[in-house]
């Protein structure tokens, strides 16, 4: 079960009442996770990312892109701001009252990866190293 989602109903079965609690996960930048979806997919490591004003510049044409042709965007302003906001959270509170824990990144990476294989995301196979399934 995805972390957050056991941490939601945890809350709801025994966390305090008008209490509220941060359900984060990792901190990690997203040239790690690219890079870690490369390594367990035997792919090259990428060396760096595009700058984020580059990034802001191109999103509004990739959203029109991607509402002109019906598919989902891959880059969209909103989830460029989500990604230059500052994100430390602290989950100390929802450790201690609900016993929240995360999972380890890698874990959630080849999660997102086996699923984005099973909905056919990828235009090219997708193989799994280091003993995972091979999808």
């Given at each position: 079960m995805n972390d957050v989602a056991e941490g939601l109903i945890t809350a709801a079965k025994s966390g305090r009442s008008g209490e509220s609690y941060l359900l984060a996960g990792h901190n990690i930048t997203v040239l790690e996770i690219m890079n870690e979806a490369a390594r367990m997919t035997g792919r090259r490591e990428f060396k760096w990312t595009a700058p984020i004003w580059l990034a802001k510049l191109i999103a509004p044409f990739t959203e029109a892109w991607s509402k002109f042709f019906k598919k989902t965007p891959v880059l969209t302003r909103y989830s460029l701001f989500t990604m230059s906001t500052p994100h430390q959270f602290s989950i100390d509170?929802?450790?201690?009252?609900?016993?929240?824990?995360?999972?380890?990144?890698?874990?959630?990476?080849?999660?997102?990866?086996e699923f984005m294989v099973k909905e056919k995301r990828f235009k090219t196979a997708v193989v799994f190293r280091y003993g995972l399934a091979k999808l």
């Open positions: 509170k929802a450790k201690k009252e609900l016993g929240y824990s995360i999972r380890p990144m890698s874990e959630t990476i080849r999660n997102t990866l």
